[in-house]
């Protein structure tokens, strides 16, 4: 079975610094994707980034990038120049394609606080 | 377009008793889910659909059950709430199926929080 894991449950970071949280995860699978979601106190599941398995070039959306190591099997997410907003709890996960359907396999999760 | 809608937003149940946690959405999505998040555990799938009429288990199914008599409709039943049924649940759908690609994303409603005493 797939698992996917983040080691760290919390991280703080100020204002316009950059952070990093991590995520390893374990598969058999050579094809697969990979996402962040980011859930603020609103509860709401936001998609941030996503990684195809098979692309080397790491993907970025604006202040959001990720570091993709395929052979080490990390994905960790980088958020550059911090904002307030960007507090809240983000969660790595891990699709395959399967028969019966793509569901979504979630790493623990790690709660980001952003200091003024 | 209103994506993915969970009823209710917050519950509280008595040891025993039963009851559905509604979802629907209107995007013509075929997969959809139920998933439980618990602190320190991230979100466990319960059950899934790939269309209407098929339904399968998650990791955690015990204790639900799920029907999809339409594309649109997927609840969720608890059939005797426990304490360790309290969490917070949450609904999401996309499209699915072969040739599907992997990348696409998961839509997700607002969550229903739930409290068993």
């Known amino acids: 079975a797939q698992t996917v894991t983040q080691s760290q449950p919390e991280m703080s970071v100020q204002e316009a610094e950059t952070v990093t949280l991590s995520c390893t995860y374990d598969?058999?699978?050579?094809?697969?994707?990979l996402f962040w979601y980011k859930q603020p106190p609103s509860r709401q599941m936001i998609l941030v980034i996503r990684?195809?398995?098979?692309?080397?070039q790491n993907a970025t959306e604006n202040r959001f990038s990720v570091n993709f190591q395929k052979a080490a099997k990390s994905f960790s997410l980088k958020i550059s120049d911090s904002q307030l907003g960007d507090a809240a709890m983000y969660f790595c996960?891990?699709?395959?394609?399967?028969?019966?359907?793509?569901?979504?396999?979630f790493g623990e999760g790690t709660q980001l606080t952003v200091n003024p | 377009n209103a994506g993915v809608t969970q009823t209710p937003k917050f519950q509280v149940l008595k040891t025993g008793q039963s009851m559905t946690l509604q979802c629907a959405q209107d995007m013509n999505h075929e997969y959809m889910s139920w998933y439980r998040q618990d602190p320190g555990m991230g979100l466990r799938l319960i059950h899934y659909s790939v269309g209407a009429g098929i339904t399968d288990q998650g990791e955690v199914p015990n204790g639900y059950n799920v029907s999809r008599s339409t594309t649109e409709d997927f609840p969720l039943r608890l059939l005797s709430a426990a304490p360790s049924q309290t969490s917070v649940y949450f609904c999401?759908?996309?499209?699915?199926?072969?040739?599907?690609?992997?990348?696409?994303?998961?839509?997700f409603g607002q969550g229903t929080r739930l409290t068993v005493v």
């Open positions: 996960a891990y699709r395959r394609e399967e028969t019966s359907g793509s569901r979504l396999t």
């Open positions: 999401a759908s996309s499209r699915g199926g072969w040739g599907t690609p992997m990348n696409t994303e998961a839509f």
């Open positions: 598969t058999s699978e050579s094809d697969y994707y």
């Open positions: 990684q195809e398995a098979y692309k080397q």
